[in-house]
Antibody, heavy 115, light 106 residues
């Protein structure tokens, strides 16, 4: 059974940093491209970042609004991905989902940015 | 960026009724995926590659389309189908989603 479990969300002040984690099991993680999505309070869904597999040199892509502030990474030995978020803004408030892209999504972790 | 426009935004249907949700892309895409989401849960993969139902999705659902116009159809609405449906394109980054169609039971 595939499992995807996010953690690390919480209430943070604007300008602070946060690191989200996503632990997975039940599939061949090392060859999988992995994704972060987010869903804003108004329910709009947005793709945040993608990290490819070792065979693709772990190449990463980001949506324009997070470039320079978000960094996606992975640890194949732990079947996990991460999202380092710096200089948080109130508009980053959302539920952050880890996903294999289409087929498997975690339950999400809520990030609330507020002073 | 490819913008996906879903319509309608909200629709109410009676059990047994046929329902169609459309997703129009600002540029041609090679295929469309669809998700179903119910309150308090993560999006559930529903249709991939325009018309392939995910395992477990009832066959009253179907997907079709090409180019810039895609649709999700429910042949006979059931109460359990009440949810929000989102389309997503994979053709180019940034990957983008439609704004969602909320389907309610009348």
């Amino acid at each position: 059974e595939v499992q995807v479990l996010e953690s690390g969300g919480g209430l943070v002040q604007p300008g602070n940093s946060l690191k989200l984690s996503c632990a997975t099991s039940g599939f061949t993680f090392s060859t999988a491209w992995m994704y972060w999505y987010r869903q804003f309070p108004e329910k709009r869904l947005e793709w945040v970042a993608r990290i490819k597999a070792k065979s693709n040199n772990y190449a990463a892509d980001y949506t324009e609004s997070v470039k320079g502030r978000f960094t996606i990474s992975r640890d194949d030995s732990k079947s996990s991905i991460y999202l380092q978020i710096n200089n948080l803004k109130e508009e980053d408030t959302a539920i952050y989902y880890c996903s294999t892209g289409f087929s498997y999504w975690g339950q999400g972790t809520l990030v609330t940015v507020s002073s | 960026e490819i913008v996906l426009t879903q319509s309608p935004t909200t629709i109410a249907a009676s059990p047994g009724e046929k329902v169609t949700i459309t997703c129009r892309a600002s540029s041609s895409v090679s295929s469309m995926s669809w998700y179903q989401q119910k309150p308090g849960t993560s999006p559930k993969p529903w249709i991939r590659d325009t018309s392939r139902l995910v395992s477990g999705v009832p066959n009253r659902f179907s997907g079709s389309g090409s180019g810039t116009s895609y649709s999700l159809t429910i042949n006979t609405m059931e109460t359990e189908d009440a949810a929000t449906y989102y389309c997503q394109q994979w053709t180019t980054t940034p990957l983008t989603f439609g704004s969602g169609t909320k389907l309610e039971i009348k």
